[in-house]
């Protein structure tokens, strides 16, 4: 985790949240029946980030199942 901190910090980016997102998919979008691939997808955040403290309880054990 301070690794990725510290190489974004290098790179003059924003910030650190602590989740890793990628683009939508024309495919992704399709089987979640969008018309029009808009967003981005993540997974679970990194523990002791910024976004990891923003996740709910309910959210952690939605992601468990």
């Known amino acids: 985790m ?3 901190k510290e190489k974004q910090n290098a790179n ?3 910030g650190w ?6 683009p939508m998919t024309a495919a992704f979008a399709a ?3 969008m018309a029009v691939p808009c967003g981005a997808i993540s997974d679970q955040p990194e523990p002791g980030s910024p976004a990891g403290a923003a996740v709910t309880r309910e959210a952690e ?3 468990t199942r």
């Open 31 to 33: 089987s979640l029946g």
């Open 17 to 22: 949240m602590g989740v890793e997102v990628r």
């Open 12 to 14: 003059n980016l924003c």
């Open 61 to 63: 054990e939605d992601w």
């Open 2 to 4: 301070q690794e990725k």
